[in-house]
Protein backbone atom coordinates (compact mmCIF):
# COMPACT_ATOMS: atom_id res chain seq x y z
CA UNK A 1 0.00 0.00 0.00
CA UNK A 2 1.59 3.18 -0.96
CA UNK A 3 2.23 5.68 1.72
CA UNK A 4 0.12 8.99 2.05
CA UNK A 5 2.01 11.90 0.58
CA UNK A 6 2.63 15.06 2.54
CA UNK A 7 1.78 13.24 5.67
CA UNK A 8 2.17 14.29 9.61
CA UNK A 9 5.93 13.25 9.48
CA UNK A 10 6.82 15.45 6.40
CA UNK A 11 5.12 18.21 8.98
CA UNK A 12 6.70 17.17 12.00
CA UNK A 13 9.71 17.31 9.87
CA UNK A 14 9.37 20.63 9.01
CA UNK A 15 8.52 21.92 12.55
CA UNK A 16 11.63 20.49 13.46
CA UNK A 17 13.76 22.12 11.27
CA UNK A 18 11.83 25.71 12.37
CA UNK A 19 12.54 24.94 16.04
CA UNK A 20 16.24 24.04 15.33
CA UNK A 21 15.94 27.42 13.61
CA UNK A 22 14.79 29.29 16.25
CA UNK A 23 17.57 27.85 18.48
CA UNK A 24 19.75 28.52 16.06
CA UNK A 25 18.75 32.23 15.96
CA UNK A 26 19.05 32.45 19.96
CA UNK A 27 22.68 31.00 19.87
CA UNK A 28 23.41 33.23 16.94
CA UNK A 29 22.44 36.12 19.35
CA UNK A 30 24.33 35.48 22.11
CA UNK A 31 27.56 34.41 20.24
CA UNK A 32 27.09 38.23 18.67
CA UNK A 33 26.76 39.96 22.58
CA UNK A 34 29.22 38.27 24.07
CA UNK A 35 31.46 38.84 20.69
CA UNK A 36 32.50 35.48 20.50
CA UNK A 37 31.68 35.13 16.61
CA UNK A 38 35.87 35.11 15.59
CA UNK A 39 36.50 33.28 18.06
CA UNK A 40 37.01 30.02 15.39
CA UNK A 41 38.71 31.66 12.58
CA UNK A 42 38.99 28.47 10.02
CA UNK A 43 36.30 27.05 8.58
CA UNK A 44 36.86 22.96 8.97
CA UNK A 45 33.29 21.55 7.60
CA UNK A 46 33.61 17.59 9.61
CA UNK A 47 37.02 18.30 12.39
CA UNK A 48 35.44 21.64 13.02
CA UNK A 49 32.57 20.05 14.81
CA UNK A 50 34.74 18.34 17.77
CA UNK A 51 36.37 20.66 20.09
CA UNK A 52 39.42 21.09 21.31
CA UNK A 53 39.95 17.72 23.82
CA UNK A 54 42.68 18.16 25.77
CA UNK A 55 45.04 21.33 27.05
CA UNK A 56 47.76 20.82 24.27
CA UNK A 57 44.43 21.38 21.50
CA UNK A 58 42.93 23.82 22.95
CA UNK A 59 46.65 26.26 23.37
CA UNK A 60 47.08 25.05 19.46
CA UNK A 61 43.50 26.68 18.98
CA UNK A 62 44.24 29.87 21.46
CA UNK A 63 47.45 30.65 18.86
CA UNK A 64 45.45 30.19 16.07
CA UNK A 65 43.13 33.10 17.53
CA UNK A 66 46.13 34.99 18.64
CA UNK A 67 46.61 35.38 14.50
CA UNK A 68 43.88 37.72 13.84
CA UNK A 69 43.12 41.32 14.66
CA UNK A 70 40.27 40.64 17.19
CA UNK A 71 43.32 39.57 19.74
CA UNK A 72 45.67 41.53 18.68
CA UNK A 73 43.92 44.78 19.00
CA UNK A 74 40.97 43.48 21.74
CA UNK A 75 41.56 40.58 23.63
CA UNK A 76 45.49 40.82 23.75
CA UNK A 77 44.62 40.59 27.80
CA UNK A 78 42.61 37.33 27.15
CA UNK A 79 44.24 33.99 29.14
CA UNK A 80 43.62 30.76 27.84
CA UNK A 81 40.08 30.60 30.09
CA UNK A 82 38.62 33.93 28.22
CA UNK A 83 39.20 32.38 25.35
CA UNK A 84 37.41 29.21 25.55
CA UNK A 85 34.47 31.25 27.33
CA UNK A 86 33.78 33.25 23.63
CA UNK A 87 35.09 29.59 21.72
CA UNK A 88 31.95 27.86 23.13
CA UNK A 89 29.38 29.56 21.62
CA UNK A 90 30.76 29.94 18.30
CA UNK A 91 31.28 26.31 18.38
CA UNK A 92 28.23 25.76 19.52
CA UNK A 93 26.11 28.11 16.57
CA UNK A 94 28.26 26.09 13.73
CA UNK A 95 27.27 23.01 15.24
CA UNK A 96 23.94 23.37 15.41
CA UNK A 97 24.33 25.29 11.49
CA UNK A 98 25.72 21.47 10.89
CA UNK A 99 22.71 19.70 12.42
CA UNK A 100 20.39 21.68 10.36
CA UNK A 101 21.74 20.68 7.45
CA UNK A 102 21.90 16.64 8.39
CA UNK A 103 17.96 17.47 9.24
CA UNK A 104 16.71 19.08 6.57
CA UNK A 105 18.70 17.07 4.21
CA UNK A 106 18.83 13.25 5.34
CA UNK A 107 14.77 13.06 6.17
CA UNK A 108 14.38 14.49 2.71
CA UNK A 109 16.52 12.06 1.05
CA UNK A 110 14.15 9.62 3.05
CA UNK A 111 10.72 10.86 1.85
CA UNK A 112 11.80 11.06 -1.38
CA UNK A 113 12.77 7.56 -1.60
CA UNK A 114 9.91 6.00 -0.17
CA UNK A 115 7.84 8.89 -2.32
CA UNK A 116 5.73 10.42 0.34
CA UNK A 117 6.56 14.05 -1.15
CA UNK A 118 4.05 15.51 -3.91
CA UNK A 119 6.08 17.40 -6.68
CA UNK A 120 5.09 20.38 -5.36
CA UNK A 121 6.28 20.33 -1.92
CA UNK A 122 10.25 18.75 -2.96
CA UNK A 123 10.33 21.75 -5.42
CA UNK A 124 9.71 23.54 -1.90
CA UNK A 125 11.83 21.96 -0.34
CA UNK A 126 14.63 22.44 -2.76
CA UNK A 127 14.36 26.20 -2.03
CA UNK A 128 14.37 25.65 1.36
CA UNK A 129 17.64 23.74 1.29
CA UNK A 130 19.43 26.57 -1.30
CA UNK A 131 18.45 28.62 1.49
CA UNK A 132 19.98 26.80 4.65
CA UNK A 133 22.67 26.15 1.93
CA UNK A 134 23.03 30.20 1.30
CA UNK A 135 22.77 30.84 5.26
CA UNK A 136 25.90 28.42 6.11
CA UNK A 137 27.60 30.83 2.83
CA UNK A 138 26.74 33.91 4.62
CA UNK A 139 27.59 32.58 7.80
CA UNK A 140 31.47 32.20 6.72
CA UNK A 141 31.19 35.01 4.41
CA UNK A 142 30.62 37.46 7.21
CA UNK A 143 33.33 35.71 9.75
CA UNK A 144 35.83 35.82 6.69
CA UNK A 145 35.08 39.88 7.22
CA UNK A 146 36.56 40.47 10.30
CA UNK A 147 39.56 38.51 9.80
CA UNK A 148 41.62 40.75 8.13
CA UNK A 149 42.28 44.31 9.23
CA UNK A 150 39.80 45.33 11.55
CA UNK A 151 38.40 42.95 14.36
CA UNK A 152 34.53 43.64 13.44
CA UNK A 153 32.71 41.55 10.88
CA UNK A 154 30.91 44.18 8.16
CA UNK A 155 27.82 45.11 9.40
CA UNK A 156 26.31 44.52 5.97
CA UNK A 157 27.08 40.65 5.88
CA UNK A 158 26.02 40.68 9.88
CA UNK A 159 22.34 41.88 8.45
CA UNK A 160 22.37 39.68 5.50
CA UNK A 161 23.22 36.76 7.78
CA UNK A 162 20.53 37.70 10.25
CA UNK A 163 18.03 38.17 7.94
CA UNK A 164 18.21 35.01 6.00
CA UNK A 165 18.28 33.13 8.92
CA UNK A 166 14.98 34.89 9.37
CA UNK A 167 13.56 34.57 5.93
CA UNK A 168 14.32 30.60 5.75
CA UNK A 169 12.68 29.69 9.34
CA UNK A 170 9.73 32.03 7.85
CA UNK A 171 9.69 29.87 4.49
CA UNK A 172 9.97 26.57 6.17
CA UNK A 173 6.74 27.61 8.79
CA UNK A 174 4.94 28.44 5.62
CA UNK A 175 5.79 25.34 3.60
CA UNK A 176 4.67 23.76 6.59
CA UNK A 177 1.24 25.74 7.02
CA UNK A 178 0.70 24.63 3.32
CA UNK A 179 0.23 21.12 4.77
CA UNK A 180 -1.42 21.64 7.60
CA UNK A 181 -3.99 23.80 6.11
CA UNK A 182 -4.31 22.23 2.84
CA UNK A 183 -7.81 23.50 2.03
CA UNK A 184 -8.03 26.94 -0.07
CA UNK A 185 -10.56 29.42 0.57
CA UNK A 186 -11.68 32.72 -1.04
CA UNK A 187 -8.68 35.50 -0.13
CA UNK A 188 -9.62 39.35 0.52
CA UNK A 189 -6.67 40.25 -1.57
CA UNK A 190 -6.92 43.81 -0.39
CA UNK A 191 -6.33 43.15 2.92
CA UNK A 192 -3.71 39.89 2.06
CA UNK A 193 -1.67 42.54 0.06
CA UNK A 194 -1.94 44.86 3.46
CA UNK A 195 -0.64 42.33 5.06
CA UNK A 196 1.99 41.50 2.72
CA UNK A 197 3.26 45.35 2.99
CA UNK A 198 3.16 45.31 6.79
CA UNK A 199 5.50 41.87 6.23
CA UNK A 200 7.66 43.55 3.83
CA UNK A 201 8.28 46.92 6.50
CA UNK A 202 8.77 44.04 9.32
CA UNK A 203 11.88 42.76 7.45
CA UNK A 204 13.13 46.07 6.67
CA UNK A 205 13.38 46.47 10.62
CA UNK A 206 15.04 43.40 10.81
CA UNK A 207 17.37 44.47 8.37
CA UNK A 208 18.35 47.21 10.56
CA UNK A 209 18.28 45.43 13.97
CA UNK A 210 21.12 43.73 11.68
CA UNK A 211 22.90 47.39 11.02
CA UNK A 212 22.32 47.91 14.70
CA UNK A 213 23.84 44.86 15.90
CA UNK A 214 26.71 44.86 13.70
CA UNK A 215 27.68 48.24 14.27
CA UNK A 216 27.01 48.17 18.05
CA UNK A 217 24.76 51.02 17.62
CA UNK A 218 22.78 50.22 20.69
CA UNK A 219 25.36 51.22 22.93
CA UNK A 220 24.74 54.95 21.70
CA UNK A 221 22.08 57.24 23.04
CA UNK A 222 20.69 55.24 25.53
CA UNK A 223 17.66 57.29 26.32
CA UNK A 224 13.86 57.48 25.05
CA UNK A 225 11.52 58.64 23.58
CA UNK A 226 15.00 60.98 22.91
CA UNK A 227 18.21 60.15 21.68
CA UNK A 228 19.60 62.06 24.10
CA UNK A 229 17.80 64.52 27.25
CA UNK A 230 15.61 66.91 24.73
CA UNK A 231 16.75 65.77 21.16
CA UNK A 232 14.23 63.83 19.44
CA UNK A 233 17.18 63.30 16.81
CA UNK A 234 21.06 63.72 17.92
CA UNK A 235 22.94 65.77 15.38
CA UNK A 236 25.79 62.75 15.09
CA UNK A 237 22.97 60.81 13.73
CA UNK A 238 23.58 63.65 10.48
CA UNK A 239 27.22 64.28 10.62
CA UNK A 240 28.92 62.55 7.70
CA UNK A 241 28.61 63.32 3.96
CA UNK A 242 26.98 62.53 1.49
CA UNK A 243 23.60 62.44 3.29
CA UNK A 244 22.74 58.47 2.47
CA UNK A 245 25.66 57.15 4.26
CA UNK A 246 24.23 58.00 7.55
CA UNK A 247 21.33 55.51 6.83
CA UNK A 248 23.55 52.78 6.46
CA UNK A 249 27.11 53.09 7.55
CA UNK A 250 26.71 55.92 10.25
CA UNK A 251 26.01 54.18 14.35
CA UNK A 252 23.75 57.34 15.01
CA UNK A 253 21.71 57.47 12.22
CA UNK A 254 21.12 53.72 11.84
CA UNK A 255 19.76 53.68 15.45
CA UNK A 256 18.03 56.49 14.92
CA UNK A 257 16.48 54.82 11.72
CA UNK A 258 16.39 51.41 13.81
CA UNK A 259 14.13 53.50 16.58
CA UNK A 260 12.33 55.72 14.73
CA UNK A 261 11.24 52.94 12.01
CA UNK A 262 9.92 51.09 15.27
CA UNK A 263 6.96 53.48 15.18
CA UNK A 264 6.10 52.73 11.63
CA UNK A 265 6.04 49.14 12.67
CA UNK A 266 3.43 49.40 15.48
CA UNK A 267 1.77 52.09 13.77
CA UNK A 268 1.19 49.31 10.58
CA UNK A 269 -0.17 46.55 12.60
CA UNK A 270 -2.03 49.15 14.51
CA UNK A 271 -4.01 49.48 11.61
CA UNK A 272 -3.78 45.79 9.91
CA UNK A 273 -5.57 44.93 13.53
CA UNK A 274 -7.83 47.51 13.58
CA UNK A 275 -8.84 46.88 9.26
CA UNK A 276 -9.12 43.26 10.27
CA UNK A 277 -11.35 44.17 13.42
CA UNK A 278 -14.27 45.18 10.76
CA UNK A 279 -14.27 41.65 8.84
CA UNK A 280 -15.69 38.47 9.14
CA UNK A 281 -13.08 36.38 10.89
CA UNK A 282 -11.78 32.57 10.97
CA UNK A 283 -11.15 31.57 14.27
CA UNK A 284 -6.98 31.79 13.03
CA UNK A 285 -7.58 34.51 11.42
CA UNK A 286 -8.48 36.28 14.31
CA UNK A 287 -5.84 34.68 16.86
CA UNK A 288 -3.30 35.78 14.31
CA UNK A 289 -4.17 39.48 14.10
CA UNK A 290 -4.38 39.58 17.88
CA UNK A 291 -0.93 38.14 18.69
CA UNK A 292 0.30 40.64 15.79
CA UNK A 293 -1.15 43.03 18.00
CA UNK A 294 0.27 41.46 21.36
CA UNK A 295 4.05 40.66 20.29
CA UNK A 296 4.62 44.20 18.30
CA UNK A 297 3.75 45.64 21.77
CA UNK A 298 5.84 43.12 23.97
CA UNK A 299 8.94 43.37 20.94
CA UNK A 300 8.52 47.75 20.96
CA UNK A 301 8.55 47.35 24.77
CA UNK A 302 12.30 45.30 24.54
CA UNK A 303 13.42 47.11 22.24
CA UNK A 304 12.82 50.78 24.42
CA UNK A 305 14.38 48.41 27.79
CA UNK A 306 17.52 47.31 25.30
CA UNK A 307 18.41 50.72 24.96
CA UNK A 308 17.71 52.11 28.04
CA UNK A 309 20.14 50.07 29.76
CA UNK A 310 22.65 49.62 26.86
CA UNK A 311 21.76 46.24 25.62
CA UNK A 312 22.98 43.84 28.54
CA UNK A 313 22.97 40.31 27.52
CA UNK A 314 19.71 39.32 28.33
CA UNK A 315 17.91 41.86 26.79
CA UNK A 316 19.55 41.80 23.64
CA UNK A 317 18.59 38.09 23.13
CA UNK A 318 15.17 38.70 24.51
CA UNK A 319 14.66 41.65 21.98
CA UNK A 320 16.12 39.07 19.27
CA UNK A 321 13.45 36.41 19.87
CA UNK A 322 10.77 39.44 19.94
CA UNK A 323 11.53 40.03 16.53
CA UNK A 324 11.34 36.15 15.63
CA UNK A 325 7.87 35.44 17.03
CA UNK A 326 6.67 38.92 15.79
CA UNK A 327 8.09 37.23 12.09
CA UNK A 328 6.12 34.22 13.04
CA UNK A 329 3.64 35.67 13.77
CA UNK A 330 3.34 37.41 10.71
CA UNK A 331 3.74 34.72 8.70
CA UNK A 332 0.97 32.82 10.20
CA UNK A 333 -1.41 35.82 9.34
CA UNK A 334 -0.35 36.21 6.37
CA UNK A 335 -0.72 32.68 5.33
CA UNK A 336 -3.84 32.85 7.11
CA UNK A 337 -5.41 35.79 4.79
CA UNK A 338 -3.59 34.07 1.24
CA UNK A 339 -5.20 30.75 1.46
Known amino acids: MAKQKDNKKVIYWLLTGCALLFIMVVVGGITRLTDSGLSMSEYKLITGTIPPLNEAEWEAAFAVYQQYPEFQKLHS????????????????????????????????IYFIATKQLTAKTIKKSLVLLFLGGFQGFLGWY?????????????HYRLAAHLTTAFLTFAATLWVALDLIYPNKKAVD?????????GYIILIIQIVYGGFVAGLKAGLLHNHWPFMN?????????????????????N????????????????IFIGIIWYRAKQMSLTKLQT???????????VQ?????LTI?????????????????????AMTFTLHRFSR
Open 77 to 108: HFTLSDFKAIYFWEWLHRVIGRLIGLVFILPF
Open 287 to 297: QGVNSLLILVG
Open 251 to 266: PSGIQFVHRTFAYVVV
Open 300 to 304: FLLGV
Open 229 to 249: EGKFIHESAYAIEPFYLNLIE
Open 308 to 328: IYGVPLWLGVAHQIGAFFLLS
Open 189 to 197: KSFRNLIGI
Open 142 to 154: MVKSGLVDMPDVS
